[in-house]
């Protein structure tokens, strides 16, 4: 009697499972014919799942549609398991479809209901009420999905801007106030050209600790507006005061940021500039330019901006040192129209003084070389800079 109860506990068992297992073979390759599903759905009626799938199939497939029958599985959905939010999402967005505006809302909040801590959802959410045009519920739901996910602020951004264009109205409600929300929000109102809206996301931004890179949006956007000096209160903000020199990192103390107001460099194939830490005249390192001797090089690949004073006479001071520097035209710095020496052959570490008076609140340090003329015009050999340097002087005449 016991081993043929067990036989019959067993048989029962394997009859209610095999229908289950049945259901899940017969759709384990997700098929795209809605009978399967509804053969599922017979082998494992409780299963949301096979609900939800159908639902899918007559609500989005152009060749099953069929809104009556979708909006019954989705119901179905919701029923057999009422804690998954992309079932009352989908059956949101279908009574929207078909004009059941109070049922699309019910649904949407079942769905943030059941998934509260998911931005995309929130973000859903704000896309509903804003075209029922319910825009206070909307903007709560775009600033929640933005706190949850500052992925979705950009695109908050976007719709707000078009519906608001108010920067004071924006960043005061739907931009948290966070460092990576002030920066997207900050990068956002530069490509919008809102001048507000720059300057009260960097308002913001201030509280919190950035690197000078990412400030480099903001500070290049004030360079196109025509403030240098506000641009380089931007570049030095919150910086050691010994790192803030005359000239920024004008002795090679650290790698070149190559933007802002540190230096600009760009290297080819044959001609490299890097910052070295072997060969520096003082301090910590210097700038070696190597040529190859390919080409005769009408060479301007390193740069340094100044925030200066119009009108101004200024003194730049800086070292150098040469090793087979071939050709008749050397190395030389200029600044405003001013050159320095371009030092041939093999020379030992030498200071140059460059006089100029400032035509502008910005002037730029270039390190030049002009194209020879000659027949053996092509450029060979190393050059090193160090220690630059500004100070308030008389210009030559």
Not at 186 to 207: K, P
Not at 214 to 225: A, C, V
């Amino acid at each position: 009697m016991a081993i043929s109860l067990t036989f019959l506990i067993c048989g029962f068992m394997f009859y209610q499972t095999w229908w289950l297992f049945l259901a899940a073979w017969i759709t384990r390759d997700n098929p795209t014919d809605p009978a399967i599903y509804e053969l599922a759905v017979r082998y494992d009626p409780e299963n949301a799942d096979y609900r939800f799938a159908l639902a899918q199939l007559y609500n989005y497939s152009t060749q099953y549609l069929d809104a009556e029958k979708a909006l019954e599985h989705y119901l179905a959905a919701t029923r057999l398991n009422p804690y998954r939010s992309s079932h009352w999402l989908e059956l949101s967005k279908l009574y929207e479809q078909e004009g059941n505006l109070e049922g699309a809302r019910s649904a949407m909040g079942k769905a943030l209901e059941t998934d509260p801590n998911w931005g995309q959802m929130h973000w859903s959410a704000a896309n509903l009420f804003y075209r029922l045009g319910d825009f206070e519920v909307a903007d709560f739901e775009m600033r929640r999905a933005a706190d949850l996910d500052v992925s979705y602020l950009t695109q908050v951004l976007d719709l707000v801007w078009r519906a608001y264009g108010d920067p004071e109205l924006i960043v005061a409600t739907h931009v948290p106030n966070t460092k990576d929300a002030n920066l997207l929000a900050l990068n956002y109102f530069i490509g919008q050209g809102s001048e507000v809206g720059a300057d009260l996301s960097w308002e913001r931004l201030q509280t919190f600790t950035t690197r000078p890179q990412e400030r480099f949006g903001y500070l290049n956007y004030l360079l196109r507006r025509a403030l240098p000096h506000a641009a380089y209160d931007v570049f030095v903000y919150d910086m050691d005061p010994d790192q803030v020199t005359s000239v920024f990192n004008g002795g090679f103390e650290q790698p070149p940021m190559n933007g802002g107001f540190d230096w600009q460099i760009s290297s080819t194939l044959n001609e490299e500039a890097r910052r070295v830490t072997t060969e520096p005249r003082d301090g910590l390192g210097s700038l070696r330019i190597e040529f190859g001797g390919e080409s005769n090089v009408n060479y301007q690949r390193v740069s340094h901006r100044l925030a200066v004073e119009p009108g101004q006479d200024y003194e730049l001071t800086f070292s150098m040192r040469t090793d087979g520097i071939s050709t008749d035209e050397g190395i030389y710095i200029e600044i405003e129209g001013e050159r320095s020496e371009a030092p041939l052959g093999t020379t030992y570490w030498d200071e140059f003084t460059i006089p100029f008076t400032a035509t502008s609140e910005l002037v730029t340090i270039r390190v030049r070389r002009n194209p020879s003329e000659k027949l053996d015009n092509r450029l060979e050999g190393t050059v090193w800079l160090d220690e630059f340097q500004l100070a308030l002087g008389s210009a030559e005449e």
